[in-house]
């Protein structure tokens, strides 16, 4: 082995000796002690003691062949309670809940009765009110109008066997109403039926007369609602009738006639005389 050999080996040797020494020393330092942790002392908790309560005995009545019919158990729990002391006196203190407030009557009211023009979508059962008739407004004998009434229950409480009637003058003639109206042809009378009205509820039935006048008149007109219950209420409205029938204006054409064959050869001749004469006249001026 020569020298030089010998020299690595020793410096390897000694690199190698200095790298475990450095490992063994950083083991020694990283590694973990392992300590037990101390234990936490629990802390201690004062226990209130309840005050103490005298018991309160039970007492049975003994069945005996003289009381067998009756069988009594008389007992008293006590206990801790926050609850309010019983009065000195001994009497127990009782709490009334407040009781419920009591419900306002029912009020029917007939709210309203109006004048509808008729429509030609019109009939039995089925009106569109969409125009309305101003009170005491002027109608030509002849006219179909519609009379809307509306009953309303403003109490708090329900209106039970609720019916609307209307009794038509001589100066109207009865075409139709709702499908729950009848007509009384000897008194004249309409009556609708609208059962129960709930508290707050409203009904509105739509009755169709016709004007039937000679002269110039005042139609007043007057719905009553009524309940089983009493209550009663009625709404009225008035128009003015005329016996002159209104005759409408005759319609426009929408378009002008076509002209023919004669029309059209009479107008252009008609222009070419015209011209005609119009030049002669120039002629003799000149």
Known sequence: MTTQLKKTLLIGAGVFVLIAASLGAIYLVRQPTNTRPSPTPTPKVAIMSSPS????????????PANAAKCELNFVVACASSSPSPSPSGTPIVYVSPS???????DLDCVSKEVYADDARNRAGFYYLESRIAEASSLASGTTIVYSIIAKNHGGSSVPDTKITDTLSSNLTFVDADSDCTYDSGTRTVTCTIGTLAAGAQAQRSIRARINVSSNTSIANTAEVFSSNGQRNSCSVQLDATGKIITPPSPVPTELPQAGVFEVTAGTIGVGMVFLILGALGLLLL
């Open 100 to 106: 419920p407030s009591t419900p306002a009557s029912a």
């Open 53 to 64: 309560v005298t018991p309160v005995p039970i007492g049975i009545n003994e069945v005996t």
